[in-house]
């Protein structure tokens, strides 16, 4: 399902390490050497070039990264040489200190990790920021959307397979009647969301259609214009079909006037050594573009091809 390309015979880190200094030395840099040697590196091997490299040259690879390079192109090669959980805190970081109603990358980086992944994002937050991401979610966030992003980012799911289908079906009936009294940030129905395993949420969603139906989803469009609600739906989207949560992002980040070149990155960056492949497929089906066209078609220069390299574009 990763969309990266890593060498079948990887060279040695200290290859990579002595290309990626000369990549900086001379006049102006060599964006297509830092391209082909981190495009192509899994996130283990991207540790140890970096450790290596400050080992080497007494500095970190992401302030000499910062140091030459500029713009979204800077942005998403450090997103990536990032150490996944140090990313996701950085992410999670700019999204409280950026907050709206509307922002989802808080939802988006509780509901889309497994548990572990989401506790070394919360201790890599500790490690960066002294303080730790429920603390700034909670002062940050405040009424419905604390209700739910607090419990959600506090969360360590059980993430196996097990289902109970008698908690399944009781649940999907305490669903249904908190959504048809409107009751959308009851605590019931947020305790569900935010502890159950995504393996018996999606049995209790399953029973939800069977028994009343609709999709939850349609069942919580009651106003299409109200925030919460939208953060509900996407919350049960990243939860049980992450996949169309982020064929969605990438839509929107593509389609509207002008790019949002934000999420653009941070879904390429968080999803390529994931999910891209479920993703691009979903692209395709959804928007009858292949989803490197319609990068190339809104990018362009060194973030452009970071992007392609990353999506695993054909012609590459």
Same mark, same amino acid.
């Given at each position: 399902?990763?969309?990266?390309?890593?060498?079948?015979?990887?060279?040695?880190?200290?290859?990579?390490?002595?290309?990626?200094? #000369?990549?900086?030395?001379?006049?102006?840099?060599?964006?297509?050497?830092?391209?082909?040697?981190?495009?192509?590196?899994?996130?283990?091997?991207?540790?140890?070039?970096?450790?290596?490299?400050?080992?080497?040259?007494?500095?970190?690879?992401?302030?000499?990264?910062?140091?030459?390079?500029?713009?979204?192109?800077?942005?998403?090669?450090?997103?990536?040489?990032?150490?996944?959980?140090?990313?996701?805190?950085?992410?999670?970081?700019?999204?409280?200190?950026?907050?709206?109603?509307?922002?989802?990358?808080?939802?988006?980086?509780?509901?889309?990790?497994?548990?572990?992944?989401?506790?070394?994002?919360?201790?890599?937050?500790?490690?960066?920021?002294?303080?730790?991401?429920?603390?700034?979610?909670?002062?940050?966030?405040?009424?419905?959307? @604390?209700?739910?992003?607090?419990?959600?980012?506090?969360?360590? @799911?059980?993430?196996?397979?097990?289902?109970?289908?008698?908690?399944?079906?009781?649940?999907?009936?305490?669903?249904?009647?908190?959504?048809?009294?409107?009751?959308?940030?009851?605590?019931?129905?947020?305790?569900?969301?935010?502890?159950?395993?995504?393996?018996?949420?999606?049995?209790?969603?399953?029973?939800? #259609?069977?028994?009343?139906?609709?999709?939850?989803?349609?069942?919580?469009?009651?106003?299409?214009?109200?925030?919460?609600?939208?953060?509900?739906?996407?919350?049960?989207?990243?939860?049980?079909?992450?996949?169309?949560?982020?064929?969605?992002?990438? @839509?929107?980040?593509?389609?509207?006037?002008?790019?949002?070149?934000?999420?653009?990155?941070?879904?390429?960056?968080?999803?390529?050594?994931?999910?891209? #492949?479920?993703? #691009?497929?979903?692209?395709?089906? @959804?928007?009858?573009?292949?989803?490197?066209?319609?990068?190339?078609?809104?990018?362009?220069?060194?973030?452009?091809?970071?992007?392609?390299?990353?999506?695993?574009?054909?012609?590459?």
């Amino acid at each position: 399902m990763s969309t990266l390309t890593v060498p079948q015979q990887v060279p040695p880190v200290s290859e990579d390490v002595e290309l990626l200094r #000369k990549a900086f030395s001379g006049w102006g840099t060599n964006e297509g050497l830092i391209i082909s040697i981190l495009g192509h590196r899994n996130a283990a091997q991207r540790k140890l070039i970096r450790q290596a490299y400050a080992e080497a040259y007494g500095e970190d690879l992401i302030k000499a990264l910062d140091k030459e390079l500029s713009n979204d192109f800077e942005r998403g090669v450090l997103i990536w040489t990032l150490d996944p959980a140090e990313r996701d805190a950085a992410l999670a970081n700019e999204a409280t200190k950026r907050w709206t109603s509307s922002n989802q990358v808080l939802m988006e980086i509780a509901c889309t990790r497994s548990s572990n992944e989401l506790l070394l994002a919360r201790q890599a937050y500790h490690a960066r920021f002294k303080k730790s991401l429920e603390e700034d979610v909670a002062h940050q966030t405040s009424g419905d959307f @604390r209700k739910l992003l607090f419990p959600l980012v506090s969360s360590y @799911r059980y993430d196996g397979d097990e289902v109970n289908m008698t908690l399944a079906k009781s649940e999907a009936k305490m669903l249904h009647e908190k959504i048809s009294n409107k009751a959308y940030s009851d605590e019931e129905l947020i305790r569900i969301l935010a502890t159950r395993s995504k393996t018996q949420i999606n049995a209790t969603l399953n029973q939800y #259609k069977n028994e009343f139906g609709n999709d939850i989803n349609k069942d919580l469009k009651a106003d299409p214009k109200d925030e919460f609600l939208a953060l509900l739906r996407a919350t049960v989207k990243c939860l049980t079909r992450p996949e169309k949560y982020f064929e969605k992002v990438l @839509r929107l980040a593509i389609n509207n006037r002008g790019t949002d070149e934000g999420a653009l990155t941070r879904v390429v960056t968080t999803r390529a050594e994931i999910d891209m #492949k479920l993703i #691009k497929d979903e692209y395709q089906r @959804r928007n009858s573009i292949p989803l490197d066209r319609a990068i190339v078609k809104d990018t362009h220069g060194d973030y452009e091809k970071l992007l392609l390299e990353l999506v695993g574009h054909e012609d590459a």
